[in-house]
């Protein structure tokens, strides 16, 4: 058997790597030294080398994008074999088989997952109905303590209350909140996870059958895993299952959400005989970046220590720009891509990096001007935006009447006549009989509301019922179609003509288009005979198995075929808010936070305003301990480029509506100056007077003047004609300089070659 294919495009600890016996292997090494290459690598080393189905495989990943792109990887190299395997990322896995066995997790057949915003919500509600001060007990809090109380796999029971009245008080609340999301069917991302967990504790058999499929679990991204991910993934390799994982714990920047980098360090305690494999050799990137990264990466003193090398070209000097105002650094970012492509670069190969969501609106505009296409990626979120949300929650009704957070955004919302005095009896009602919005509406229509009240609510009832009577023999598409002309949401948003109105309304085009390209899976018919074989004794074990079917094909890698197309949309939009389509992730410049690019790489890297106060952030400063997470989320950032990296920092700011004056971040001082080339004026942002020139500006006059060349100089070239200096940067050998031609336009070239005549 020629397995050259595996093998082949790999190093030497690589091949060990994926060719480890049938034993714990643990991957550590730094960013781009082709861990998730070797973890794909490995589940071909496994279904043709091995011989095992892929069946018996679990892959997980960081996020549904990782996904999408391993699994194409995967099917490259192995084509049909790779049929049957499960793969996704932790909820997404948990929660299909929480829909596979929903009875044994104690939940409904429809249960629906709740994300954060409907959570913040709801638990906002829930103060409000207990009475508690929002100024005392802030939502936010109150949600963060929830949640990390369920990623530490503690429900209210368990926790300790000792002497403390406001761990008490916290612990009556989340145990209010379980019940409301009880009520409703509810579930949310950190409840997917710990239903999963204890699905695993509360029902033996169903371990067990999942124990002996599971042959080989293989993780990327290890670092980020929490506690609780953890623990499953333990339960589940139990004594006979092997793991294989990959991480680097200076990539660990989700600490802040649970994720314990410890865990990497726990893995060779937990279990015999681990197999240990380091990566050192960095395909990824230049000397140059990898250099600058191994730099600043090693003021962090909490390290398991390793370097890494590449034997690629030294390539360009990092880039930094110190620019005069956030608007000064964004024109700076759209020229230097407009180079880019000048020069036969593509727009998808530039990412531009950010510490925070609320730096893109800038970039985004200088974008538009300079019309250069662009997405945001995880940005203002698809599923997120209002308008898709109000269409999600009458098709969250359609799909369970008992889910209260749809319910309240959706009864009122176009307007019908719904007030909320109306509205706070019908809350109460639900309250007092622990019963949903919707049982407690139709009660309330029954008796004791005033006949205005009473048509409004009745007529809202009636039309979600007839909504739902005419679905049932509607394929997916013309479902939603129909709620969002019956629901009156069209008619509302077609009445504003604003920009912003229009926007809405292609926005929910979009999600028409989205519906129609819904997909829900076949099983897979053509199986080995290795699970049928495994499948049919368990068919006599558990009889809570919706269809022994199921057990055949394997439901569990793909979207349940028996679920109904509404819901699994429903979970769907739900898992994959805020990633991109992988048809959409064409031609467009990437923005993103640094946390998002993750795993990612492209030969044009930005990382923008790396200042002190946004990165690292006002609040790991202040806080201490949380500075080596910043770090390591520059780190990051670094490695993600492979060409060119070029990082900005302004020295005036605009920030949440006043003016900032931040000084350049410590991570750009902890780079050798030898990797960096610094830029200190561009022609985009050119004081018009002497006095709003501000030191630094002058300042970067006078270094460029070492060139020769200062702003505004005319120049002749031999080919482009006549043009004006924008920018000059480097120095010596090095030193290039941006023309604005008068007839071609902008343009960088080399002092060296270009061969310029003064005028
Ligand atoms: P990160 O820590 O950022 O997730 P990683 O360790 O997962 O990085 P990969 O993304 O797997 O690294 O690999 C980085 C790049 O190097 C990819 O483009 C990959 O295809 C390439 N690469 C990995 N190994 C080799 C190899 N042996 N030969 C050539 N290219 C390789
Ligand atoms: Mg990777």
Not at 51 to 73: D, P, Q
Not at 318 to 335: G, L
Not at 342 to 355: D, F, K, S, W
Not at 705 to 712: A, K, L, M, P
């Amino acid at each position: 058997m020629d397995i050259s294919y595996i093998l082949n495009d790999l190093n030497d600890a690589q091949r060990q790597a994926v060719a480890v016996d049938d034993q714990h292997a643990l991957i550590l090494a730094g960013a781009g030294s082709g861990k998730t290459r070797v973890l794909v690598h490995r589940i071909a080393w496994l279904t043709e080398v091995i011989g095992l189905s892929a069946y018996n495989i679990m892959a997980v990943t960081f996020t549904n994008k990782a996904s999408n792109e391993m699994r194409g990887r995967i099917d490259s190299l192995i084509g049909q074999k790779a049929l049957g395997l499960t793969m996704g990322t932790f909820h997404g896995i948990a929660y299909r088989l929480l829909r596979q066995h929903y009875q044994e997790a104690k939940l409904p057949q429809n249960f629906q997952i709740l994300d954060s915003d409907d959570q913040k919500r709801v638990i906002k509600r829930l103060l409000k109905g207990m009475e508690l001060d929002e100024a005392q007990w802030p939502h936010r809090q109150v949600q963060a303590f929830i949640n990390g109380e369920k990623e530490e796999g503690r429900r209210p029971q368990h926790i300790d209350i000792g002497h403390n009245p406001f761990v008490g008080k916290m612990v009556q609340i989340y145990s209010a909140y379980e019940e409301q999301c009880k009520r409703s069917g509810l579930v949310d991302f950190a409840e997917l996870l710990l239903r999963a967990h204890e699905l695993w504790l509360k029902n033996p058999q169903v371990l067990a059958h999942y124990q002996a499929r599971y042959k080989h679990i293989l993780v990327d991204e290890f670092q980020d895993t929490n506690s609780l991910q953890y623990a499953w993934l333990r339960v589940l390799a139990g004594g006979s299952g092997k793991l294989f994982v990959v991480g680097d714990d200076d990539q660990s920047i989700y600490g802040w959400r649970g994720a314990k980098v410890e865990n990497i360090r726990q893995f060779g305690d937990d279990f015999a005989n681990v197999q240990m494999v380091c990566l050192e050799q960095n395909y990824r990137s230049t000397n140059t970046i990898l250099k600058a990264a191994n730099a600043l990466i090693s003021n962090n003193t909490s390290r398991m220590g390793k370097q890494l090398w590449s034997d690629g070209e030294d390539g360009a000097p990092i880039r930094i720009y110190e620019a005069f105002n956030e608007m000064d650094e964004a024109n700076y970012v759209c020229n230097q891509i407009k180079n880019w492509c000048g020069q036969g670069g593509a727009r998808n190969e530039v990412a531009v990096l950010y510490r925070s969501n609320a730096q893109s609106r800038i970039m985004e505009q200088a974008l538009l001007q300079a019309q250069i296409p662009y997405r945001v990626y995880g940005g203002l979120r698809f599923y997120d935006r209002a308008e898709i949300k109000d269409v999600l929650s009458y098709l969250r009704l359609l799909a369970n009447r008992d889910d209260d957070a749809a319910f309240e955004r959706a009864y009122n919302h176009p307007p019908r006549g719904i007030g909320q005095k109306t509205a706070d009896g019908i809350r109460m009602l639900a309250r007092e009989q622990q019963i949903s919005m919707w049982q407690a509406a139709q009660q309330a229509v029954e008796h004791g509301l005033t006949a205005r009240a009473k048509t409004a609510v009745a007529s809202f009832l009636d039309l979600i019922e007839s909504i739902a009577e005419s679905a049932q023999n509607q394929d997916l598409q013309d479902q939603v179609m129909q709620v969002i002309s019956r629901s009156g949401l069209q008619a509302h948003f077609d009445k504003d003509t604003s920009e912003q109105g229009q926007g809405r309304l292609e926005n929910i085009d979009e999600l028409i288009n989205a519906v129609s390209q819904f997909k829900v899976a076949k099983p897979q018919e053509s199986m080995s005979g290795v699970e049928s074989e495994e499948s049919a004794n368990l068919e006599n074990q558990q009889a809570s198995f919706e269809s022994p079917e199921q057990l055949k094909d394997g439901t569990l890698n793909e979207v349940n075929e028996f679920a109904d197309p509404l819901s699994e949309f429903l979970a769907q939009a739900a898992l994959e808010a805020g990633e991109q389509q992988a048809s959409e992730w064409e031609s467009s410049v990437q923005l993103m936070t640094l946390h998002a690019a993750k795993g990612l790489e492209f030969p044009l890297v930005f990382m923008i305003g790396v200042e002190e106060g946004l990165f690292p952030s006002q609040r790991s400063v202040d806080e201490g301990g949380k500075l080596e997470e910043e770090r390591r989320l520059a780190y990051v950032g670094i490695t993600r480029a492979e060409k060119q990296l070029i990082i900005t920092f302004a020295n005036r700011r605009r920030m949440h509506g006043s003016e900032f004056y931040p000084m350049q971040s410590r991570f750009i001082k902890e780079i050798p100056a030898e990797y960096v080339d610094f830029v200190r004026l561009s022609g985009s942002v050119r004081p018009t007077t002497e006095s709003s020139m501000d030191s630094s500006i002058q300042k970067a006059l006078a270094a460029q003047n070492q060139t020769g060349y200062q702003i505004g100089d005319r120049v002749f070239h031999a080919k482009f004609g006549e043009g004006m200096v924008l920018s000059v940067q480097g120095s010596g050998e090095h030193a290039s300089v941006n023309i604005n031609f008068d007839e071609v336009g902008s343009k960088w070239l080399v002092m060296a070659y270009a061969k310029l005549e003064q005028r």
